[in-house]
């Protein structure tokens, strides 16, 4: 099952698979508490015929000793998996050594994409089913690039370089946005994602001119 936005990026479908699994358990940890809260409800509920209060009972060690398990046992599956996933996405494996490495810059407010050739712009394009690493920073404040249709984002922080990767194989226009409120000018802070096919984007590649500031 999926509850939120898919996308046939891999680094989307760890995410996507992290949160169902918060979504689920979640879910299965309301219903039990809820129903446990409605049946001492209805069996403790006053009665005109009781002759005298009803006494609570004392807990036993070993009720106290299958709710450990329990919580423990939820908490390992979820620590497991959160761990697992950041893995995966936040230290790109060592196949993306051969990926294309893209230079990220944001500033208030718009944001620079620098190629290995030099050449900038204020759109990333890239070949659909490649790796892609981006190198973030930022020159002012703190920022977040993110890209909504994929579910990767990471912060730009002045003095810093963070990394993050995808693949996407799918060709289209996707929006970027930032999520970190930095000023003013935050909600126009958006710019947009090109996937083309591998040979659109090597003829892309091949006609850029001189590095463009």
């Not at 219903?31 to 609570?56: D, P």
């Not at 070993?62 to 936040?90: D, R, W």
């Not at 710019?191 to 090597?202: C, D, E, F, G, N």
Request: glycine letters at 8%; aromatic letters at 12%; charged letters at 10%.
């Amino acid at each position: 099952m999926l509850y939120g936005l898919a996308s046939a990026a891999p680094t989307t479908a760890t995410w996507q698979s992290l949160f169902n699994l918060y979504v689920e358990l979640g879910t299965v940890a309301g219903v039990v508490v809820i129903a446990w809260l409605l049946y001492y409800l209805v069996k403790y509920r006053a009665r005109s015929s009781m002759a005298a209060k009803v006494e609570a009972k004392e807990e036993t060690w070993k009720g106290a000793v299958a709710t450990l398990a329990v919580t423990g046992t939820v908490l390992f599956i979820v620590q497991f998996q959160t761990f697992a996933s950041f893995g995966l996405i936040v230290p790109p494996p060592q196949a993306l050594t051969s990926g294309l490495h893209i230079s990220v810059v944001g500033r208030q407010w718009s944001w620079t994409f620098i190629y290995p050739n030099g050449y900038s712009s204020g759109n990333l394009t890239v070949p659909a089913g490649q790796d892609v690493v981006l190198n973030v920073t930022s020159r002012d404040v703190t920022h977040s690039i993110f890209i909504p249709s994929l579910a990767v984002g990471i912060d730009a922080t002045p003095g810093r370089n963070n990394v993050i990767w995808f693949n996407q194989p799918q060709t289209g226009t996707f929006v970027i946005r930032c999520r970190e409120l930095c000023g003013i000018g935050h909600a126009g802070m958006f710019t947009k994602l090109v996937v083309l096919t591998p040979s659109a984007y090597q003829s892309w590649y091949s006609k850029l001119g001189v590095a463009k500031a």
